[in-house]
C-alpha cells in the first residue's frame, strides 16, 4: 500500500512534522491547531488504502483496542472508522514523571471518501493484531472484463 510522506520517518517533511509536535509539546499549544494533523496528533490510526479488482481495501492501524469498541459505518460513499484510546499509563500518580508521550489518548474517527464504484451491501470488517482490515466489494460493472476478438 501508499505510504504518507508525512509519516516516513527519514524524509525531510517527516522530520519537520516531529519537530513540530515535538516544539508544541515543549512550549504548548496556543489553543487554536497549527494545522489539521496537531488536532489530535497521533490518535487517528494511520491507514493504508488499496484496491483490488474486485474490492477496496483498507487497513487502519489501531493497536491496543478492544475490536467490540471500533464502529466502522458507511454511509453515502464515506467510511467512517471511530474508537477510543485509553491512556497508557497512570496520569493521576503526582511521582510519575513523563518523558515522552507519543501515542494518543481518547476517541478519533477517520473519514475516508470512497470510489463510486463500491458495492455498500458488501462489506467486510476484521480487527486482529491491532489492524482493521476492511474490504469493501467492487461493483460488477466495474470489474475488468475480457472482450473476444472475433
Known sequence: MYE??????????????????????VFGASGLPSSIRS?????????????TAGSVEIYA???GLDASKIEVTLDRGVLRISGERAPSIPT???????????????????AISLPDDVDAAHVNA??????????IARRESAQPQRITVQ
Open 126 to 135: 476484521r480487527y486482529r493484531d491491532g489492524v482493521l482490515q476492511v474490504s
Open 61 to 63: 492501524f489501531a493497536p
Open 4 to 25: 504518507s510522506i508525512l509519516n516516513h520517518p527519514y524524509s525531510l517533511f517527516g522530520q519537520f512534522e516531529r519537530l513540530r509536535r515535538e516544539l508544541d509539546d
Open 92 to 110: 493521576d500518580d503526582p511521582k510519575l514523571q513523563v518523558y515522552a508521550r507519543e501515542r494518543g489518548t481518547g476517541g478519533f474517527t477517520r
Open 39 to 51: 488536532v489530535a496528533a497521533g490518535t487517528a490510526p494511520a491507514i493504508n488504502i488499496g484496491r
